[in-house]
């Protein structure tokens, strides 16, 4: 059964260009998270899609946003880049709603922003 | 809001030395607990979970106990190889509607 994939793996952007991150679950998975890891802040919530629609989202900027399509790929976009914004970006996917469950987490997109 | 506090690391350890690492939460209602492990250059893999006070989760030889009592979730291993080494993140999710709330995750060193 494949993972969580994520795409592409490495990203190198300019200041005050915007960039689109992939993510594609475990097949039958309807749940996909977000999250930006960084040294100094750790990990940090964006967002999360079930069945094509936002339920949650982290305390981030409109800069940020993101969406999930009929067959459950997610896309997260981040536009007008920043330097803070250079980060390890992990995407999630869980089968089902409920506590219970935990996440299968993708290897992540390395953005850096220079 | 939910929180997890974990203790700071980096932690260095000798192989075969026993291991703990402390995790302590904030949380409404009966969350369920997990810990992570994230090798380098990688995401972050699911290694155990506890849904439910008293619960033991274990994988791979680690072990962690939910006390209500306590609010706390610390993993342990008996014995720790060098192939263990890597960074864990302790945890919650209190609800089907909220987000997976991690702790600031505790560097792991294990050194022959």
């Known amino acids: 059964k494949a993972g969580v994939t994520q795409t592409p793996r490495y990203l190198i952007k300019t200041r005050g260009q915007q960039v689109t991150l992939s993510c594609s679950p475990i097949?039958?998975?309807?749940?996909v998270s977000w999250y930006q890891q960084t040294p100094g802040q750790g990990l940090q919530f964006l967002f999360e899609?079930?069945?094509?629609?936002?339920?949650n989202k982290g305390n981030f900027p409109g800069r940020f946003s993101g969406r999930q399509f009929s067959n459950s790929r997610s896309e997260m976009n981040v536009s007008t880049l920043e330097l803070g914004d250079s980060a390890l970006y992990l995407c999630?996917?869980?089968?089902?709603?409920?506590?219970?469950?935990?996440?299968?987490f993708g290897s992540g997109t390395r953005l850096t922003v220079v | 809001g939910d929180s997890v506090t974990q203790m700071e690391g980096p932690v260095t350890l000798s192989e075969e030395a026993f291991l703990t690492i402390n995790c302590t939460y904030t949380?409404?209602?009966?969350?369920?607990l997990f810990w992570y492990v994230q090798y380098p250059g990688e995401g972050l893999q699911l290694l155990l979970k506890?849904?439910?006070?008293?619960d033991k989760g274990s994988n791979k030889g680690f072990e962690a106990t939910y006390r209500k009592e306590t609010t706390s979730f610390h993993l342990e291993k008996g014995s720790v190889q060098v192939s263990d080494s890597a960074v864990y993140f302790c945890a919650l999710r209190s609800s089907g509607n909220t987000p997976l709330v991690f702790g600031k995750g505790t560097r792991l060193s294990v050194i022959a």
């Open positions: 506890a849904t439910k006070a008293d």
């Open positions: 097949s039958g998975h309807r749940s």
């Open positions: 899609y079930f069945s094509e629609t936002q339920r």
């Open positions: 999630a996917s869980s089968a089902r709603e409920g506590t219970n469950y935990g996440y299968t």
């Open positions: 949380a409404t209602g009966y969350p369920s």
